[in-house]
């Protein structure tokens, strides 16, 4: 065993080790800018293993009475024939579709891939003879099992986040991030073999992979509190819209993998690149600048002298936390407020939009994942362009702190609301909804300049943990929106005029949650950022 452990040493020291071939190669790369790399990844998968069920929920389940794909698009309907004169190609486009899904339809027919329940079947349980790893047969789940399946990453994901902050602050950032994807992509890669044991298996392990997804982002935001100055903290909080990355690759990648290869290996293919990844993540991420190995002296003081008076380099207890102030501090429970909004925008967007395009719309699923990608790219590159502009304005000074991140809800809430309300009422024009929702998600990317980086005002030292408390509230939403589309859309066959009743919903808690962080809301340093010595260290000082 001393053998074994002496050279398992010495393989980790040639690899991360101070004078390590891998920081030999990367010394010219600011390691700061690393580090922000790889948390733009870690968002950028936990957002993969997010979507998979969303957008796997359509070709896992066969269409029943109230789970029809058709759609308004699909048919002759009034609504149809009334927009027509906005959309001059609509009837040929409808009849290549009918003609792509009349094949399909033959093919699968041909081919023996019947659902695994009758779609007529009054139980839900799946039991199939054997468990197999590929045949691509949908299940026949009524339309709340679908619901309560894409709604049970939430379930996991509020305790997640409050967990994330506690294992920041008792493991750091990367022990916590590192662990928990190795859980996620593990259980997201038996997750066909789990849906053929019974649905109820399949929605225990969603809650599994949320509660361990909902570590990922508390644990970045420690990262950047010790790693970004305040003159690059908006571009480092721009770097966890990676997860919208990660929006724009999943869409497209895991529908054209589930049309073409079968629905499982849209879990398979993205689980095994998530394995690879964790690997890059355990040699190139450090918790701290003065724990990086790799870090050159003149950067490493460069980080420490721009932070000094803010940021402790020693990592807080949770002895040290101050919870109760935090709970009672009203800038807190005000920004707590507008990144519920937030949630509720995004959540509503990514556990619906797909079944909105294919079962309310009736567009196939790779047209519906690429038109649902695309809004996602706006998002990143607006919130790239919010990010530099905030910097720029801290720079500068050109206004408070509180200013900046209350005008910038304007555009993260205000006019995202607005632009939500009008997709529903744009029915089967494609371009003219992905217009719309490319500039609702795309005026969010401010978001990177409200309330994502309002933690790191109200308190460098606490930051990632009371981004887990703030986003504990926030993805609750989550639970709420899928059950919500179900009910509301869902069990009527999910018309177009249902789905403007939860446009308004969703865009009326994004604004109201707006006007209360106008009201209540800070940008300066809250007094309880001061780290309380512990009583074994302050008895140490009086001797």
């Known amino acids: 065993m001393d053998y074994i452990r002496e050279h398992a040493t ?8 101070q004078d390590s071939v891998v920081w030999r190669l990367l010394r010219w790369i600011p390691m700061r800018l690393i580090i922000a790399v790889m948390m733009f990844t870690a968002c950028w998968t936990n957002y993969m293993c997010r979507l998979q069920m969303p957008i796997l929920a359509v070709p896992m389940i066969k269409a029943t009475s109230g789970n029809a794909t058709g759609g308004a698009c699909a048919t002759d309907s009034r609504l149809r024939r009334a927009i027509s004169f906005l959309d001059p190609g609509a009837e040929l486009e409808d009849y290549i579709l009918s003609e792509r899904l009349r094949a399909y339809e033959e093919a699968e027919l041909l081919a023996g891939r019947f659902p695994r329940q009758t779609a007529d079947a009054e139980d839900d349980d799946i039991r199939p003879s054997k468990i197999v790893l590929v045949d691509g047969r949908p299940f026949g789940w009524k339309p709340e099992v679908r619901g309560q399946l894409i709604a049970a990453y939430s379930y996991g994901n509020v305790p997640g986040n409050f967990l994330g902050g506690l294992m920041a602050v008792r493991w750091g950032p990367k022990q916590a991030i590192l662990w928990t994807s190795l859980v996620a992509a593990l259980v997201s890669l038996f997750s066909p ?3 053929q044991m019974h649905w109820v298996v399949l929605l225990l392990t969603r809650v599994v992979i949320g509660l361990a997804g909902g570590v990922t982002f508390p644990a970045c935001h420690s990262l950047v509190a010790q790693w970004s100055p305040p003159d690059e903290k908006s571009r480092f909080v721009w770097s966890l819209l990676g997860g919208t990355f990660g929006t724009i690759l999943t869409y497209p990648m895991v529908a054209v993998i589930a049309e073409q290869l079968n629905w499982e290996n849209g879990w398979y293919i993205p689980s095994l690149l998530m394995l690879v990844w964790i690997l890059f993540w355990v040699v190139l991420t450090y918790d701290s600048p003065a724990e990086h190995p790799g870090i050159t002296d003149e950067e490493k003081q460069y980080i420490l002298q721009a932070q000094a008076g803010t940021v402790r380099a020693k990592k807080p207890t949770l002895q040290q936390t101050p ?9 807190f429970l005000s920004l707590v407020c507008c990144h519920f909004g937030n949630m509720f925008l995004l959540f509503f967007y990514q556990n619906s939009m797909m079944l909105y395009l294919t079962k309310a719309l009736g567009f196939q699923l790779t047209k519906g994942g690429a038109a649902a990608s695309i809004p996602w790219a706006g998002r990143l590159l607006f919130g790239f362009f919010f990010s530099w502009a905030g910097d720029v304005i801290k720079r500068r000074q050109l206004t408070s702190i509180s200013v900046l991140r209350k005008g910038a809800t304007v555009f993260s809430h205000l006019l995202p609301g607005i632009f939500l309300i009008l997709v529903g009422y744009v029915g089967c ?3 003219l909804a992905n217009v719309f929702l490319v500039l609702a998600l795309g005026f969010n990317g401010a978001a990177a300049i409200s309330n994502l980086s309002n933690n790191q005002d109200l308190s460098p030292n606490f930051a990632g943990f009371i981004y887990g408390l703030m986003n504990t509230v926030g993805c609750a939403s989550g639970m709420i929106i899928s ?3 179900e009910e509301i859309a869902g069990k009527y066959g999910n018309p177009i005029e249902k789905w403007q009743i939860l446009f308004w919903i969703g865009a009326a808690v994004c604004i109201v949650c707006m006007v209360i962080f106008i009201i209540g809301g800070s940008g300066s340093i809250q007094s309880w950022n001061e780290i309380r010595e512990d009583d074994d260290t302050e008895r140490g000082r009086r001797n």
């Open 10 to 17: 010495a393989v980790s020291e040639y690899f991360t080790g």
């Open 193 to 195: 073999i789990f849906a």
């Open 323 to 331: 919870i109760k102030a935090i709970l009672t501090s009203v800038p």
């Open 429 to 431: 024009r494609l371009v």
């Open 483 to 485: 059950p919500l589309v």
